[in-house]
């Protein structure tokens, strides 16, 4: 699964690196070192750009950097808070399950990361050996070791109020609401000493094949990235402990990334297997 990332680069470069167009909103600029669901994030997309009377031009397609909520809301939902629940889809049967197929067909998203973390659990050490009692969970971050920005793929929907529905709803989301959520698969390697799941990163060189919004998903470049990375990928990926510090959402800054030191890890996992 992924519940947690970091992403800390500035729209202006991301831009730059995915060759898009910068076109997110002010609340999306600041870095951000513990994005956690229902936080609006930044992804990037690729469309049809749209004339005046809203239709759109077959010939052209845009890359654009967007800003929308974590956690994907069906376009059938009665209302949003269902994507509190939906900020991962299983790259297995994402074609198959009814909130995620119409978004996977056409609207598939970047999700850009320095990287995602994610919890290993561990035994409870015994009060009398100075312990809880109480089963932990040791935080690890995972991005490129050479501190490129790293992609998740993703899918995203837009979903407006029906007309029926309370006045609430109708004056909170006038223009309805854009949100999309992370696929994920089967840890690789070493990923899977900590989690048996992880997102489903992509390479640069897949960027073009996933974003493109007339590639079907049966069609083979498209289908083809639903699977697991390449073992190649994953030896370019650094995992590292770090504090737990990150388990609460009101904590973000740097120092969430730093690596915890050895003498503080308990059964710290053979991070010498992805050298």
Known sequence: MCGRYASTKAPADLADEFHAVDATAESSQRPDYNVAPTKDITVVVQRHPRDDDG????????????TVRWGLVPF??????AGARM????SETV?????????????????????WYEWQRRDAVPKAEGGSGKPTKQPY??????????????????????????GDLLEKYPDGLVTACVLTTEAVGPLGQVHDRMPLVLAPGDWDAWLDPDASVADGPVAALLTPPAP?????????????????????????????????????IQLDLLS
């Open 76 to 81: 059938w939902a009665k209302d949003p808070s």
């Open 55 to 66: 239709e759109p031009d077959p010939a052209v397609t845009e890359r654009s950097l967007r």
């Open 232 to 268: 190649e990928l994953v030896a370019m990926l650094a995992i590292r402990p770090v504090s737990s510090q990150v388990n609460s959402v009101r904590n973000n800054g740097p120092e969430l990334l730093a690596e915890l030191p050895a003498d503080q890890v308990r059964e710290p």
């Open 95 to 115: 074609t198959e399950k009814p909130a995620f197929r119409r978004a996977v067909a056409s609207r598939r998203c970047l999700f850009p990361a320095d990287g």
């Open 141 to 166: 971050f995972t991005g490129y070791a050479d501190g490129a920005t790293l992609a998740m793929a993703g899918i995203w929907e837009f979903w407006r109020p029906k007309p029926d529905a309370g």
């Open 87 to 90: 900020v991962n889809a299983r």
